[in-house]
């Protein structure tokens, strides 16, 4: 992109649906000292950027107003003391938000070399260093352990799938029936349709691991699907933030429950999660072991349209948003 071409995003205009997403001429970023600017060529829709266009997720500060957590283009403007990258190299990167834009200043512990085609790789940044960090550092997760992941359509969940069986686990995971082939397709050993079955009956055994995203509506019977030894960790609240925990059933299986969000970590957080996926998830990336999986791809201008997709969940894995030069 030429320095004199106005810059656009998507400018939340107030809290709302879709319909308050609007492309319009912005700022340009200039990168600080360790940021480089990236031309974005696609950024992707996360479930986060849907709660912050409502209202209720706002970005950190010192992070740009506009959503979007990852993004893939080419470098554009290095700031200073930058080494190691240069002008016109391809790359994705982790956010903190202001992907939906044709530009972003991104620190270059956040960037990430591209694994696959540009434009894809958009749908990776955000849900490898999710998946890695929840599954490997928080919980563990080992070869020949059973994990239950919840919302196995999601974004999250097709990778988590992928990744999890890359690592040899047993993968059980729930979804409505529409979505069960696809994440067969992907590896997943068993499919819950949790509309009509309770996933706690339908587990074989309890399960070693539980990556959740339902929260407070799923924390009992998230507990009670643990086998000994087992590991719960919630990293969203679908359905609700609150529920009372039963120790004595914890206790009992001498289990734990962990929480975390990716995008309050400070950047030297982030820098060390994108470290250690590009270490132990992008050779899986760049072998085809795991891929990224893009239900579609929107024009960044029509970003309202790719969250109606998102919100009626008639997506499978990510929607892409691209930017037209
Ligand atoms: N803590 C963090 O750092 C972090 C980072 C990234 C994402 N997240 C969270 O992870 C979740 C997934 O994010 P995403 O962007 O990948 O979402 P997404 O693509 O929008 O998918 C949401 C999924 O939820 C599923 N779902 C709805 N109700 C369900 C239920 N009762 N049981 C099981 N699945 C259900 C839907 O599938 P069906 O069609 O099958 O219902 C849909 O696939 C979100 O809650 C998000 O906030 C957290």
Same mark, same amino acid.
């Given at each position: 992109?030429?320095? *004199?071409?106005?810059?656009?995003?998507?400018?939340?205009?107030?809290?709302? #649906?879709?319909?308050?997403?609007?492309?319009?001429?912005?700022?340009?970023?200039?990168?600080?000292? #360790?940021? +480089?600017?990236?031309?974005?060529? %696609?950024?992707?829709?996360? &479930?986060? *950027? !849907?709660?912050? &266009?409502?209202?209720?997720?706002?970005?950190?500060?010192?992070?740009?107003?506009?959503? @979007?957590?990852?993004?893939?283009?080419?470098?554009?403007?290095?700031?200073?003391?930058?080494?190691?990258?240069?002008? #016109?190299?391809?790359?994705?990167?982790?956010?903190?938000?202001? @992907?939906?834009?044709? $530009?972003?200043? +991104?620190?270059?512990?956040? !960037?990430?070399?591209?694994?696959?085609?540009?434009?894809?790789?958009?749908?990776?940044?955000?849900?490898?260093?999710?998946?890695?960090?929840?599954?490997?550092?928080?919980?563990?997760?080992?070869?020949?352990?059973? +994990?239950?992941?919840?919302? @196995?359509?999601?974004?999250?969940?097709?990778? /988590?799938? =992928?990744?999890?069986? %890359?690592? @040899?686990?047993? +993968?059980?995971?729930?979804? $409505?029936?529409?979505?069960?082939?696809?994440?067969?397709?992907?590896?997943?050993? =068993?499919?819950?349709?949790?509309?009509?079955?309770?996933?706690?009956?339908?587990?074989?055994?309890?399960?070693?691991?539980?990556?959740?995203?339902?929260?407070?509506?799923?924390?009992?019977?998230?507990?009670?699907?643990?086998?000994?030894?087992?590991?719960?960790?919630?990293? #969203?609240?679908?359905?609700?933030?609150?529920?009372? !925990?039963?120790?004595?059933?914890?206790?009992?299986?001498?289990?734990?429950? /962990?929480?975390?969000?990716?995008?309050? &970590?400070?950047?030297?957080?982030?820098?060390?999660?994108?470290?250690?996926?590009?270490?132990?998830?992008?050779?899986?990336?760049?072998?085809?072991?795991? $891929?990224?999986?893009?239900?579609?791809?929107?024009?960044?201008?029509? /970003?309202? &349209? %790719?969250?109606?997709?998102?919100?009626?969940?008639?997506?499978?894995?990510?929607?892409?948003?691209?930017?037209? $030069?």
């Amino acid at each position: 992109m030429n320095d *004199d071409e106005p810059m656009h995003a998507i400018v939340i205009r107030e809290p709302g #649906g879709p319909e308050v997403l609007v492309w319009t001429e912005v700022p340009d970023p200039r990168p600080g000292p #360790g940021e +480089v600017v990236v031309d974005v060529v %696609a950024s992707a829709v996360n &479930r986060a *950027d !849907l709660l912050q &266009r409502q209202g209720f997720y706002d970005p950190p500060p010192g992070t740009p107003p506009y959503p @979007g957590l990852e993004c893939s283009g080419r470098i554009s403007a290095l700031g200073e003391g930058v080494t190691g990258w240069r002008v #016109g190299d391809e790359v994705c990167a982790l956010l903190s938000g202001g @992907g939906y834009a044709e $530009r972003v200043a +991104v620190p270059v512990g956040q !960037l990430l070399p591209v694994p696959v085609g540009l434009v894809e790789s958009a749908a990776l940044p955000e849900v490898a260093c999710t998946v890695w960090s929840n599954l490997v550092m928080t919980v563990g997760l080992r070869a020949g352990q059973t +994990v239950l992941i919840h919302g @196995g359509g999601s974004g999250i969940g097709t990778f /988590a799938i =992928q990744f999890a069986k %890359a690592l @040899g686990a047993r +993968v059980v995971t729930t979804a $409505r029936r529409a979505k069960h082939e696809a994440l067969t397709a992907l590896g997943a050993d =068993q499919v819950v349709d949790y509309t009509e079955v309770d996933f706690v009956g339908a587990l074989d055994g309890g399960a070693d691991v539980i990556l959740d995203i339902q929260g407070g509506e799923y924390l009992a019977r998230n507990v009670a699907a643990l086998a000994t030894n087992g590991r719960l960790v919630v990293i #969203g609240m679908q359905g609700g933030r609150r529920a009372s !925990l039963d120790l004595g059933a914890l206790m009992a299986k001498r289990a734990s429950v /962990a929480a975390t969000t990716l995008r309050a &970590r400070p950047p030297h957080e982030k820098a060390q999660i994108v470290a250690g996926v590009r270490a132990e998830v992008w050779p899986l990336v760049a072998d085809g072991t795991v $891929r990224p999986v893009v239900d579609r791809a929107v024009p960044m201008p029509d /970003a309202a &349209r %790719a969250h109606e997709v998102v919100a009626s969940n008639a997506h499978t894995g990510k929607v892409l948003l691209t930017v037209s $030069r």
